[in-house]
């Protein structure tokens, strides 16, 4: 049976924010083998678990694949496969790796074409390659994602201006009060999202940022970068009594703003409205602070306004984008349908054969005329000689084509050391000069 990649996910779409966070697996979470052992069925597996999604990419064999993901899935976060399969997307094969593609390049994420994501897939890449879970099919297959979101950076405008969801939450906060000149920023985390975050707040100028965080030393390297001010996180209670909006983007497993907490805030404030944005999954902001009167809670899904006219101004550019990543990923496809040892013997044996006969025309054309004799009796010497130097390797191959990964190595060197996938050029190929003949 051969290998497939597989794909399976829950992201912006496909469930809400509250199923989202049941689901989400934290960093100190996100070793893959503790996730999704991998044996036989299940050879390499990557996970990216970003504020927006949770995806497991796995490259296996056999009907089992699916339903071992989600139990493991589901038994990490503490509850049943019932609750997180009709959530879950699954995506196989050339699906599998076109969704891949279209994350990577932007195009499937809440804000069309934001940055954020690419970086995202590289650390999760660099924690499966150390964590010895990525191997010969998902690094050829990472790498592949990476330069197909070059392309569409550099083809296309799908991410000239593109925002991101810290765009977003500052980009409703500018609407909620119209200019920002003289309120207080609580921007809560000191993660990328709420960096992001305080850099667009900066842009507009006026209003004083407060930053916050549990490792305190965050809090002041991201308070002198934007000419704010910081406090330690047990002072959040207070220093939530004199804000005006709260952006908060922690990584923490449970809510650091609760009800309990809110109450007596709100009290002090005196009918003083708060307004809070919070953009990360899990939660930041407990969901029933938003029954308190005077606070507006929102959340990553209540971005939709600011996200749909993004999209709306890109959509030209992103089917520009959808045509590079159809044909990347097509690509990829193929070269995964050559990993097969009969396709590999194959392109072997025709390669060398279209070498030698190239040459002999060559040969054929400097000597002058040959009778139709002479000419036949070249090609079948040629053909022998072309035999007989693919009969070793092609032998070894087949032999060793068996064992488990070795063989699928074995496959992937012989198609570099043959160049069958037209990948390697010569040194001298890149200054511009013809080599000597």
């Given at each position: 049976?051969?290998?497939?990649?597989?794909?399976?996910?829950?992201n912006?779409?496909?469930?809400d924010?509250?199923?989202?966070?049941?689901?989400?697996?934290?960093?100190?979470?996100?070793?893959?083998?503790?996730?999704?052992?991998?044996?036989?069925?299940?050879?390499?597996?990557?996970i990216?678990?970003?504020?927006?999604?949770?995806?497991i990419l796995?490259?296996?064999?056999?009907e089992?694949?699916?339903?071992?993901?989600?139990?493991?899935?589901?038994?990490?976060?503490?509850?049943?496969?019932?609750?997180?399969?009709?959530?879950?997307?699954?995506?196989?094969?050339?699906?599998?790796?076109?969704h891949?593609?279209?994350?990577?390049?932007?195009?499937?994420?809440?804000v069309?074409?934001?940055?954020?994501?690419?970086?995202?897939?590289?650390?999760?890449?660099r924690?499966?390659?150390?964590?010895?879970?990525?191997?010969?099919?998902?690094?050829?297959?990472?790498?592949?994602?990476?330069?197909?979101?070059?392309?569409?950076?550099?083809e296309?405008?799908?991410?000239?201006?593109?925002v991101?969801?810290?765009?977003?939450?500052v980009?409703?906060?500018?609407?909620?009060?119209?200019?920002?000149?003289?309120?207080?920023?609580?921007?809560?985390?000191?993660?990328?999202?709420?960096?992001?975050?305080?850099?667009?707040?900066?842009?507009?100028?006026?209003?004083h940022l407060?930053?916050?965080?549990?490792?305190?030393?965050?809090?002041?390297?991201?308070?002198?970068r934007?000419?704010?001010?910081s406090?330690?996180?047990?002072?959040?209670?207070?220093?939530?009594?004199?804000?005006?909006?709260?952006?908060?983007s922690?990584?923490?497993?449970?809510?650091?703003?609760?009800?309990?907490?809110?109450?007596?805030?709100?009290k002090?404030?005196?009918?003083?409205?708060?307004?809070?944005?919070?953009?990360?999954?899990?939660?930041?902001?407990?969901?029933?602070?938003?029954?308190?009167?005077?606070?507006y809670?929102?959340?990553?899904?209540?971005?939709?306004?600011?996200?749909?006219?993004n999209?709306?101004?890109?959509?030209g550019?992103?089917?520009?984008?959808?045509?590079?990543?159809?044909?990347?990923?097509?690509?990829?496809?193929?070269?995964?349908?050559s990993?097969?040892?009969?396709g590999?013997?194959?392109?072997?044996v025709?390669?060398?054969?279209?070498?030698?006969?190239?040459?002999?025309?060559?040969?054929?054309?400097?000597?002058?005329?040959?009778?139709?004799?002479?000419?036949?009796?070249?090609?079948?010497?040629i053909?022998?000689?072309?035999?007989?130097?693919?009969?070793?390797?092609?032998?070894?191959?087949k032999?060793?084509?068996?064992?488990?990964?070795?063989?699928?190595?074995?496959?992937?060197?012989a198609?570099?050391l043959?160049?069958?996938?037209?990948?390697?050029?010569p040194?001298?190929?890149?200054?511009?000069?013809?080599?000597?003949?």
């Open positions: 049976m051969k290998r497939t990649v597989y794909l399976f996910g829950l912006h779409r496909s469930a924010v509250a199923v989202r966070e049941s689901f989400a697996l934290s960093d100190a979470e996100c070793r893959v083998c503790d996730v999704i052992p991998l044996d036989a069925a299940i050879t390499e597996a990557l990216l678990s970003t504020c927006n999604r949770v995806e796995a490259v296996g064999e056999g089992g694949v699916r339903q071992k993901v989600l139990e493991c899935w589901a038994g990490q976060c503490g509850r049943s496969c019932d609750e997180l399969a009709p959530h879950v997307y699954m995506h196989e094969g050339t699906d599998a790796v076109l891949l593609f279209r994350v990577a390049s932007g195009l499937d994420s809440l069309l074409g934001e940055p954020q994501i690419l970086g995202q897939l590289k650390d999760a890449y924690k499966a390659l150390e964590q010895k879970a990525s191997k010969v099919i998902l690094n050829r297959l990472l790498h592949k994602a990476f330069m197909t979101a070059k392309r569409v950076r550099t296309t405008g799908v991410a000239s201006s593109a991101s969801v810290s765009y977003a939450a980009s409703l906060a500018r609407r909620i009060f119209g200019d920002l000149q003289g309120k207080t920023v609580l921007v809560v985390g000191a993660g990328e999202m709420a960096e992001l975050a305080a850099t667009h707040l900066a842009e507009g100028q006026g209003a407060a930053f916050t965080n549990r490792t305190y030393e965050r809090a002041m390297v991201l308070a002198t934007f000419k704010g001010s406090f330690p996180f047990d002072e959040l209670p207070v220093r939530l009594e004199e804000a005006d909006i709260v952006i908060s922690t990584g923490a497993p449970e809510p650091v703003i609760t009800l309990e907490m809110m109450r007596p805030v709100m002090k404030r005196r009918d003083k409205p708060l307004f809070c944005i919070d953009i990360a999954v899990p939660r930041d902001v407990e969901d029933a602070v938003s029954t308190l009167d005077e606070v809670l929102y959340n990553i899904d209540d971005l939709s306004e600011v996200v749909a006219s999209r709306a101004a890109r959509q550019e992103a089917r520009k984008a959808e045509g590079i990543v159809a044909d990347e990923a097509e690509r990829f496809c193929a070269w995964m349908h990993l097969g040892l009969q590999t013997i194959a392109d072997i025709h390669r060398s054969e279209s070498i030698m006969e190239e040459e002999l025309e060559k040969t054929l054309r400097r000597i002058g005329p040959v009778t139709p004799e002479t000419a036949e009796a070249l090609r079948l010497m053909a022998a000689m072309a035999k007989k130097l693919n009969h070793d390797p092609i032998t070894y191959l032999r060793r084509y068996t064992e488990e990964d070795t063989g699928m190595r074995l496959v992937t060197l198609r570099s043959f160049n069958l996938d037209g990948e390697n050029v040194d001298d190929a890149h200054l511009g000069r013809k080599r000597r003949p």
